[in-house]
């Protein structure tokens, strides 16, 4: 090169040093932020090729050798993943890259980003391997949440960041999600960690503030970091019950009885105090929709309160105040179909639009399509989002452009429309889009792991009617198995492993 130029955190970005030159032949960044830029000179009429080598044996062996064997293969590292086929190409491309994000952000640790964010939180890494798990990515998952126990404070505390109280409720749901989905027996490890990150809950809640309406929740944090400033949030705490309510199964699966009644009880203690809290801070709110925390207005940060739906599924679908609360954020909180967080993110986020539509899926309301198809026309050209989108360039405006938690909502949404679950009752195919059906052929999803076993569902479009395929090894049989695609009958099926004509 014709001159050679480098920055750091420290010096800025190389982009302001292009002219400079530098004498060094390296640079290096505590921050991870080194940047160089090589200047070549072109001749008018010439062809010139340049060839670039990057080697990484020395990294690869360093980091990763006891982690992923450096000599397999993407196709290797791709075969377990439940296989996605629709008329709708985008939407089979955004699925596939998705996917590969998740495993590219899991390599060795799980960050939500490969830039800014290549950093752990333990929010986003639940997120991600619940749905890296749910793709049947079942080693990877284990062996990530293997690490988790490290973090864990001698206290009981699982902390990646101080002052965000959400992550002890997350890590035990995520281990009984784990266990559910694979049938498998809670390791000592889990079991002993589980025990401490309990203790921390019941500690952690706050019990001298009888008469208010924080007594029995959490501490003011900064929670997800887009709700606002510090508060009380009910993010944290529908976490924690989720997370007890969890742990309570894992503890009685182990046969750990007085373990199993202790959480049982501290279930209870933390749902009677969210709940009584919830009914004091809806008295005034439109269709006693449910604020961020106890002190607050409608406004946002209300959504972090849906995850009381979507994932913990702590309310039955279509409640009430839930459905009151989606409402409200879709006519106050929306530029066009996505939802804009106007508080420290500042764009509309794409995983949180999501998890909107997650809810009109499971209340049966068809405005999930929608919000589907926005957060598509969203992407990048290479098929990923960054956390918020600024709403006139369409360009990232928070987080990196290739966002781990982002990706890890659109393979649930994926997965949800073809199969979920709603306690002991799977139900088939409530998400397909009626477009689907009108073209000929077949489409499909899985084979993806669900608390029974292993399952694919194949729908098909040939010989004059709509056809279902259960596809699959269920190791147990759910009390119900509900087809329940739009725009035909819902109808009950008893057996895997059968095709079903559902529509003439």
């Not at 490290?150 to 009981?156: K, L, M, N």
């Not at 965000?164 to 989905?181: A, I, K, T």
């Not at 019941?202 to 900064?222: S, V, Y």
């Amino acid at each position: 090169p014709e001159r050679i130029s480098y920055g750091n955190f420290e010096e800025g970005d190389v982009y302001y040093r292009l002219n400079d030159g530098d004498k060094r032949d390296r640079i290096v960044c505590s921050a991870g932020l080194s940047t160089a830029s090589a200047i070549f000179r072109l001749e008018p009429g010439h062809e010139t090729t340049l060839k670039s080598s990057v080697p990484l044996d020395r990294e690869l062996k360093k980091n990763f050798s006891k982690i992923e064997p450096a000599s397999r293969g993407w196709q290797e590292v791709l075969t377990p993943i439940a296989r996605l086929k629709t008329p709708d190409t985008l939407i089979n491309r955004l699925y596939d890259a998705a996917a590969g994000t998740l495993i590219l952000l899991s390599a060795k640790d799980v960050y939500p980003g490969p830039y800014n964010y290549r950093r752990f939180w333990f929010r986003d890494a639940c997120l991600m391997i619940n749905a890296m798990l749910s793709l049947g990515l079942v080693e990877r998952s284990r062996r990530l949440i293997d690490s988790f126990p490290d973090r864990q404070s001698i206290t009981g505390f699982f902390q990646s960041q101080e002052g965000e109280w959400d992550s002890n409720g997350q890590v035990l749901w995520l281990m009984w999600r784990y266990l559910e989905l694979t049938g498998e027996s809670p390791p000592e490890t889990w079991l002993s960690a589980a025990l401490k990150a309990a203790g921390w809950l019941e500690r952690k809640i706050i019990k001298n503030a009888k008469g208010t309406r924080h007594q029995g929740l959490l501490p003011p944090g900064f929670s997800a970091e887009h709700f606002g400033p510090n508060d009380y949030y009910y993010w944290d705490d529908m976490w924690a019950l989720a997370g007890i309510k969890a742990v309570t199964k894992m503890f009685e699966s182990a046969g750990m009885r007085d373990a199993h009644e202790k959480t049982s009880l501290l279930a209870e203690k933390i749902e009677n105090s969210l709940w009584i809290s919830l009914v004091q801070a809806t008295r005034n709110t439109p269709g006693k929709a449910f604020p961020a925390a106890p002190y607050r207005r409608m406004d946002a940060g209300a959504i972090g309160s849906m995850v009381a739906d979507y994932p913990l599924c702590l309310l039955p679908a279509n409640n009430a105040r839930i459905m009151a609360t989606c409402e409200w954020l879709m006519a106050n909180c929306f530029y066009e179909d996505g939802f804009f967080q106007d508080m420290v993110h500042s764009g509309v986020n794409c995983y949180l639009t999501l998890t909107l539509a997650q809810t009109l899926l499971r209340a049966g309301d068809s405005r999930y399509r929608k919000l589907i198809r926005y957060i598509a026309g969203l992407a990048s050209s290479t098929g990923h989002w960054p956390e918020a989108v600024h709403p006139f360039s369409g360009g990232g405006c928070m987080g990196d452009g290739q966002h781990g938690w982002a990706a890890a909502e659109w393979v649930m949404m994926m997965r949800n429309l073809f199969m979920r679950e709603e306690k002991n009752r799977l139900i088939i195919g409530s998400g397909i889009f009626p477009e689907w059906l009108e073209e000929k052929g077949e489409f499909y999803f899985g084979p993806a792991p669900v608390p029974w076993g292993d399952l694919k569902v194949i729908i098909e479009n040939k010989d004059g009617g709509i056809f279902v395929t259960l596809s699959g090894v269920l190791k147990k049989k759910p009390d119900i198995i509900e087809v329940a695609i739009p725009g035909t009958e819902k109808r009950i099926i008893e057996e895997t492993d059968r095709r079903y004509r559902i529509k003439k």
